[in-house]
């Protein structure tokens, strides 16, 4: 989670608190147009521009729970979370319905918290197999400490598409010193999720305390490339109830690019897709066989033809046979594209070989992804606006850096349960709760008072 704003006016205080809800929109209006008119009112738009091109949204936050068993330092949750119950499943089948309205069907939609596996199994299974039945592509956003390889299972069952597992120091786990000793949990975690049809990804938050670590836990994300999907990489920020605070100026989207090439022994970054605004968002992908990585985007006029072919065509990644056909179709309607096709392919292979030959011809496909997310006191106009990341809310979605900004306001909002009441989601104060309930600056503050009065 980063630093810095765009170069677009800074919000204050009042506009913060101001900041509305996306509108909800007709069912039948073009779901790509709001996203991409604003990546063109701030000259984001491009040729290699995927949001709002290929689609409406890049993903939406579904939060089913406040409450985690962890606390991480750099936490976004309020420090009220735990004090919070979790939403009646009613409304939160209403925010599915309502992000398909928005959003269209294949919307990635991150069943997160908190952390989801806290609340109920058979609801959040429920949960699970709801949103997979509207259309939507579902992710599972756990520390994995409670996602067992039977919890897995059956989420997998319900319709789960990916589950991400989100492991590093912020998080304080007893026993682990720097991210290579993380390395064996994230191992675990691997096991319990291979096999099961499952996407497995890995987030990661890059913090002035593993920064220099980077480089070598990529290295790892790179042996594992035939089990893992995607690595994604959160930078610092002040966004929550987390205390460490802004970075000291050692962590950016171009220090996690630079690690990533380094330890891929290649410029994975050189050509590449663009998600929205591109100091919030950086992607790429490559090819790995054995030790031997190249870039999957490294042909720029490829790419371009390519995407203008496929523009509003969804592409399924978990139908990869169906996906290269449409490709291939793309560029036989251009037939001087195919040529190029036929020679990158042929160049990819040929940079493989050594891989190939000591990996019995096994090639994977690794995606790197950053998320620069801003403090939650600093936001960019222009940043908020061209967002490709949404919170599903009471009222609709919204920016997800704004809703950091002001969670308060929508986590103890009240909605209607089942039977049409008012249902309040905080019943008592978070300051009446037991200090060891207590996370974040909250029990912070109140270890520190009751120092000074034990002194």
């Not at 691997?190 to 099961?196: D, E, N, P, T, V």
């Not at 300051?431 to 912070?444: D, P, Q």
Request: proline letters at 4%; hydrophobic letters at 35%.
């Amino acid at each position: 989670m980063g630093k810095g704003n765009g170069k677009g006016d800074g919000l204050s205080p009042s506009e913060i608190r101001a900041w509305p809800v996306h509108a909800k929109r007709p069912q039948e209006h073009n779901h790509r147009h709001q996203l991409h008119q604003a990546l063109v009112r701030h000259n984001l738009d491009s040729p290699l521009q995927m949001a709002g091109r290929h689609f409406a949204m890049g993903c939406v936050a579904l939060e089913v729970t406040q409450r985690c068993n962890l606390d991480c330092t750099l936490c976004y949750l309020s420090d009220q979370s735990e004090a919070v119950l979790d939403l009646p499943l009613v409304e939160i089948f209403r925010r599915i319905d309502r992000i398909v309205h928005d959003y269209g069907p294949h919307t990635n939609v991150q069943i997160t918290g908190g952390d989801p596996t806290l609340r109920d199994h058979d609801e959040l299974e429920q949960i699970v197999a709801y949103t997979a039945s509207r259309g939507l592509a579902t992710s599972l956003f756990t520390n994995g400490i409670r996602a067992t390889r039977p919890l897995l299972k059956r989420l997998a069952s319900a319709g789960l598409r990916d589950v991400a597992f989100h492991v590093d120091l912020t998080q304080e786990r007893s026993g682990f010193r720097t991210e290579m000793e993380l390395n064996a949990l994230r191992l675990d975690y691997i096991s319990r999720a291979k096999g099961l049809g499952l996407d497995i990804l890995f987030n990661t938050t890059v913090f002035d305390g593993n920064a220099a670590q980077i480089q070598d836990l990529c290295g790892f994300f790179l042996q594992q490339a035939h089990d893992i999907h995607l690595c994604s990489f959160q930078l610092q920020a002040e966004t929550g109830r987390g205390v460490l605070g802004q970075s000291d100026g050692s962590v950016s989207i171009s220090c996690v690019k630079e690690a990533v090439n380094a330890a891929a022994s290649a410029d994975l970054w050189a050509t590449r897709p663009q998600v929205g605004h591109p100091e919030c968002n950086a992607y790429t992908a490559c090819l790995v066989s054995g030790t031997t990585v190249t870039p999957l985007f490294d042909e720029p006029m490829l790419l371009e033809k390519i995407f203008s072919e496929l523009e509003n065509t969804y592409l399924d990644r978990k139908k990869l046979g169906k996906a290269a056909g449409r490709v291939t179709k793309a560029c036989l309607r251009h037939p001087k594209i195919l040529p190029l096709l036929v020679k990158t392919a042929g160049r990819k292979v040929r940079a493989l070989i050594p891989g190939l030959l000591r990996s019995r011809g096994k090639i994977s496909k690794l995606t790197f992804y950053i998320h620069n997310f801003m403090d939650a006191r600093t936001l960019s106009r222009d940043r908020c606006e061209a967002c490709v990341f949404m919170t599903m809310t009471r009222d609709g979605p919204i920016s997800m850096c704004v809703h950091n900004a002001k969670r308060d306001t929508f986590i103890t909002q009240t909605v209607k349960d089942q039977h049409g009441r008012t249902w309040t989601p905080l019943p008592q104060p978070a300051e009446k709760l037991k200090t060891k309930r207590l996370k974040g600056t909250l029990k912070a503050e109140k270890e520190r008072l009751a120092f000074l009065k034990s002194e």
